[in-house]
């Protein structure tokens, strides 16, 4: 039957997004790179849909996500990072801190496969939200040269680095966008979350990626918290 081959044919697009965006990074033109990154995410979506869409749901199919979703939101968003520091290096060696980035994915990704915990939460942040976190800075840089000072920082862009690396596969619950029910109650931090990325992205463009991750990490601290408060009441 054609249609159990459909899922894994998008997350085949998927690794091709990726896998060509790493060699834009390698041409030096990383929006490009960031542009097939967003291509890969709209695979990466789209593939999930169509197996529960067509209930053609396989180990295989798990497995090849997982490798797909290393390309393009572990290697290159590293390879991104790598570039974007590159530019002001303090040292030849330094850019090589970009390297954290597909390790952890690498590690996150191996986690998620054998965590029966993330079924209705995140356990570390998701690997598509820190790439596009990485793949929205050359873009930023080109459309608000403003910023530009901000994004090659390399102290600044090697300290983000790190600190996402460690997000990746820390134990901080985080908000999954799976609703069991449309209702208020116990969805008010994904409603909350959907409403601000709205705004932010009215207001202001693609500087609003960074900061809808910045919320989604709030906002799901401020979420674990309230929940750790009304169990202590109960």
Same mark, same amino acid.
Not at 162 to 168: K, Q
Not at 177 to 189: A, L, P, S, V
Not at 203 to 232: G, R
């Given at each position: 039957m054609?249609?159990?081959?459909?899922?894994?044919?998008?997350?085949?697009?998927?690794?091709?997004?990726?896998?060509?965006?790493?060699?834009?990074?390698?041409?030096?033109?990383?929006?490009?790179?960031?542009?097939?990154?967003?291509?890969?995410?709209?695979?990466?979506?789209?593939?999930?849909?169509?197996a529960?869409l067509?209930?053609?749901?396989?180990?295989?199919?798990?497995?090849?996500?997982?490798l797909?979703?290393?390309?393009s939101?572990?290697?290159?968003?590293?390879?991104?990072?790598?570039?974007?520091?590159?530019k002001?290096?303090?040292?030849?060696?330094?850019?090589y801190?970009?390297?954290?980035?597909?390790?952890?994915s690498?590690?996150?990704?191996?986690?998620?496969?054998?965590?029966t915990?993330?079924s209705?939460?995140?356990?570390?942040?998701?690997?598509?939200?820190?790439a596009?976190l990485?793949?929205?800075l050359?873009?930023?840089?080109?459309?608000?040269?403003?910023?530009?000072?901000?994004?090659?920082?390399?102290?600044?862009l090697?300290?983000?680095?790190?600190?996402?690396?460690?997000?990746?596969v820390?134990?901080?619950?985080?908000?999954a966008?799976?609703?069991?029910?449309?209702?208020?109650?116990?969805?008010?931090?994904r409603?909350? *979350? *959907?409403?601000?990325?709205?705004?932010?992205?009215v207001?202001?463009?693609?500087?609003?990626?960074?900061?809808?991750?910045?919320?989604?990490?709030?906002?799901?601290?401020?979420?674990?918290?309230?929940?750790?408060?009304?169990?202590?009441?109960q």
């Open positions: 054609i249609k159990k081959h459909i899922p894994n044919a998008l997350t085949t697009g998927n690794v091709l997004s990726g896998t060509v965006g790493i060699i834009f990074c390698f041409q030096g033109d990383l929006v490009m790179a960031a542009a097939l990154m967003l291509l890969g995410a709209i695979f990466d979506f789209f593939d999930g849909f169509a529960r067509l209930k053609v749901a396989s180990p295989i199919g798990k497995e090849l996500d997982s797909a979703d290393m390309v939101f572990g290697v290159l968003p590293g390879m991104i990072a790598y570039h974007l520091l590159l002001e290096a303090p040292h030849p060696y330094f850019p801190v970009a390297l954290l980035i597909p390790a952890f690498a590690l996150r990704l191996a986690k998620f496969n054998v965590d915990r993330q209705d939460r995140f356990i570390g942040v998701p690997t598509p939200a820190n596009l990485f793949g929205s050359p873009v930023i840089a080109e459309v608000n040269p403003a910023y530009a000072p901000l994004v090659y920082n390399p102290w600044l090697a300290g983000v680095a790190i600190v996402m690396s460690f997000l990746l820390s134990e901080l619950p985080l908000i966008m799976k609703f069991k029910t449309f209702g208020w109650k116990k969805n008010e931090f409603f909350v *979350l *959907l409403g601000l990325s709205c705004v932010f992205i207001l202001f463009k693609v500087l609003a990626i960074p900061m809808i991750v910045i919320t989604y990490i709030l906002l799901s601290i401020m979420e674990t918290i309230v929940h750790k408060d009304s169990k202590e009441k």
